[in-house]
Structure formats: structure tokens, C-alpha cells
């Protein structure tokens, strides 16, 4: 693994489960077992902000994620996102967040990322985030998602 794609969407469906899905195809991360880690970013790592993830893997394989995500019900809008920060080794971490609007997010991420840098004894020297906002919509359920993959996928049946 030396790359971690950051990829994000919004959708909508008329489940939460549905609108959820339908995030996750729209950044196109919908045929794997996701697997949540808890946010620390290896040295060694390439960071690259995508969008739309490119072809990761095998269907039904495993991917390694970190996942900002929120699911709001029909009629009311939400966000989600991801920051991070790195170290002048490479090394760094994650935070993500979620709730009612992008500006929430986006100081939830902020004191996040504060409190994480400061529990740790590393020199940090840069930090970013990524944050989507979706709209709400009358009659279903609305899905805002940024995740962080880790490489490739790889198969769950060892």
C-alpha cells in the first residue's frame, strides 16, 4: 500500500441503507467489504484526492477505509468529511465527521485534528481536509460520504 485515495459523494435513496449505497457507487467504492480502521496514516503513504475511486480490486473483496459519513432522513441536510495531518516523517492521521452542515464538519474536523495532534510527539507540518455538504431532498433519505482507501482491496476468503 502506498496510496490513500480520498474519494466522496453524495446521493440519495428511499432507505438510509439504500442512500447509503448509492453514496458509496457514486464514489464508486460500492463492491467491496469496507473495513474501518481507526484513522492513523502510515509514513510511507501517498495521499491523493480522486473523487471517484479507480478500479480497486475484486468484488466482495475487502477495503481498508476510513469513512466520514451521514445519512440524513427525508427533508433535512447533512455532511460529512475528513481531515488529516502529517508529520514531517509522512506519518499522520485522520479525523472525520459528520453532522448537520458543512461548517459543523468542518470544526468538528478542525478541533479534532487539533486534540489528535496533540496527543501525539510528532513535529506536524501539514494538514488538509475534505468535506461535502448534501442537499436535503423532500421525499427520501440523503447520503453525504468522504472516505480514505488504503491501496488495493484484497480478499476476505484466506
Known amino acids: 500500500m502506498s496510496v490513500i485515495r480520498l474519494v466522496w459523494a453524495t446521493a440519495t435513496g428511499p432507505t438510509p441503507t439504500a442512500s447509503y449505497d448509492a453514496a458509496l457507487a457514486e464514489a464508486n467504492v460500492h463492491n467491496f467489504n469496507l473495513i474501518q480502521v481507526s484513522s492513523v496514516i502510515p509514513a510511507e503513504a501517498h495521499l491523493e484526492a480522486v473523487g471517484e475511486a479507480p478500479d480497486l480490486g475484486v468484488v466482495g473483496d475487502g477495503l481498508t477505509v476510513v469513512q466520514g459519513r451521514h445519512t440524513a432522513p427525508p427533508g433535512e441536510a447533512g ?33 479534532g485534528l487539533a486534540s489528535g ?14 468535506t461535502v455538504e448534501a442537499e436535503p431532498d423532500p421525499d427520501e433519505y440523503t447520503t453525504a460520504l468522504v472516505i480514505a482507501a488504503y491501496g488495493e482491496s484484497r480478499s476476505l476468503l484466506q
Open 79 to 111: 455532511a460529512a468529511g475528513i481531515g488529516w495531518a502529517r508529520s514531517e516523517s509522512g506519518r499522520g492521521i485522520f479525523y472525520e465527521a459528520d453532522g448537520e452542515s458543512e461548517a459543523v464538519v468542518s470544526e468538528r474536523i478542525e478541533d
Open 117 to 130: 495532534t496533540e496527543l501525539r510527539d510528532w513535529s506536524f507540518v501539514d494538514e488538509d481536509s475534505i
